[in-house]
């Protein structure tokens, strides 16, 4: 009975074989893509009605930008060819730092335009 008890411990405390740690990797890169997936899911978009986007003059399509409010708008400026979206020039939406990461249209554009550099 002792010796049960022993062999009981021994198990507990032992470390896992080879086996159930090659079981458990998988298992574990699983719930790494689960998450990571979850984590990429696409952001809301910016309202145009939203304060900040008011205040900053955001506009999903450039050609509607009010130029007596904004005289620093000139074309062709938009959002997808600014330094703040954070998505390739050729997507029709991206994230935007200046919202946040909310979504905000390629052809849009706002007052904290900042041309990427050449």
């Known amino acids: 009975m002792l010796e049960d008890q022993a062999l009981i411990s021994f198990k507990v405390n032992a470390m896992p074989s080879r086996r159930v740690f090659l079981q458990l990797v998988p298992a574990a890169g699983a719930v790494l893509v689960v998450t990571g997936a979850r984590a990429q899911t696409q952001a809301p978009m910016v309202d145009e009605k939203d304060p900040q986007a008011a205040a ?12 007596a409010k904004f005289p620093k708008y000139a074309p ?8 703040l979206y954070q998505a390739p020039a050729t997507a029709p939406t991206g994230p935007c730092a200046i919202f946040g990461g909310k979504q905000v249209a390629g052809p849009g554009w706002c007052s904290a335009y900042v041309p990427k550099p050449a």
Do not use: E, S, W
């Not at 900053?56 to 130029?67: C, E, M, P, S």
């Not at 062709?76 to 330094?83: E, I, L, R, T, Y």
């Open 76 to 83: 062709p400026q938009h959002c997808a060819v600014c330094q």
């Open 56 to 67: 900053l003059g955001y506009v999903a399509d450039a050609k509607r930008v009010d130029k």
